[in-house]
């Protein structure tokens, strides 16, 4: 048995819970949080984000831009959606390329991290079945 | 691979977040949580609270960092020189696979 914790983007929630119903793992818990990521190391891909929030800002002040700065310097935290999956051992592939394939975009960045964590053991709880037949 | 789960004052997450950052670890995921502890929450009179509100901050990192994350939200997440009750709660888990998804590559 092993957890699936998958981080996404606020928008990309309903994608990512269809691919999980046509993989097959229907059942999930998801909450709202906040995070951030890597810092970015590549310059020039900072100085791309930059201009297009510029451009959106249509405006051209020293607040205008110290808030892009302040929005790019990677100490700000970021709205995502977090999903918690259980799941049996051999199915783990599957799931994971399936969100992947739901959650890839062309931003290069910020599109999410999954992390996969062992668990002892599950219950549930109508029927008081264990283990694997649990989930 | 090991998962950092550390529940702390909400007015300490900011100053655990950038001494994180600081020494080098910057990805961190926050979550606003209710929760009490051994102390059963905090009883005024007759009335009890025992959904007291925390953040979780959750982090996945190398094998080898643990000591030194470990160090820094415990040295942050205290009250004063000697700490005090609801201070908070750290746990370690271990984390089989990690996956970026812009990526798809395995490993942090």
Request: proline share 2%.
């Amino acid at each position: 048995m092993k957890e699936i914790i998958a981080i996404v983007r606020m928008n990309k929630v309903s994608v990512t819970k269809k691919a999980l119903i046509n993989v097959g793992a229907a059942g999930f818990t998801a909450s709202k949080v906040m995070g951030r990521g890597k810092l970015v190391e590549d310059k020039s891909l900072i100085a791309g984000r930059r201009k297009t929030l510029m451009a959106l800002a249509q405006k051209d002040d020293q607040a205008t831009d110290k808030l892009i700065t302040e929005f790019l310097d990677g100490t700000r935290l970021f709205p995502r959606r977090l999903f918690n999956v259980m799941a049996h051992d051999e199915e783990v592939p599957k799931i994971i390329a399936a969100i992947i394939a739901a959650n890839k975009t062309e931003h290069k960045v910020g599109d999410g991290k999954i992390f996969v964590l062992p668990v002892l053991d599950a219950i549930r709880v109508r029927t008081k079945e264990s283990g694997e037949a649990a989930i | 691979m090991i998962m950092i789960r550390a529940i702390v004052r909400p007015d300490k997450k900011d100053l655990i977040l950038n001494e994180l950052s600081g020494a080098g670890f910057q990805a961190a995921t926050v979550v606003d949580v209710v929760g009490r502890g051994k102390q059963k929450g905090i009883t005024v009179g007759d009335v009890i609270y025992d959904e007291i509100p925390k953040s979780l901050i959750m982090l996945v990192i190398n094998d080898g960092e643990k000591e030194d994350v470990l160090d820094i939200i415990l040295r942050h997440a205290k009250t004063g020189e000697t700490g005090a009750f609801g201070d908070g709660k750290i746990f370690v888990s271990p984390v089989d696979e990690v996956y970026t998804v812009s990526s798809s590559l395995a490993g942090l």
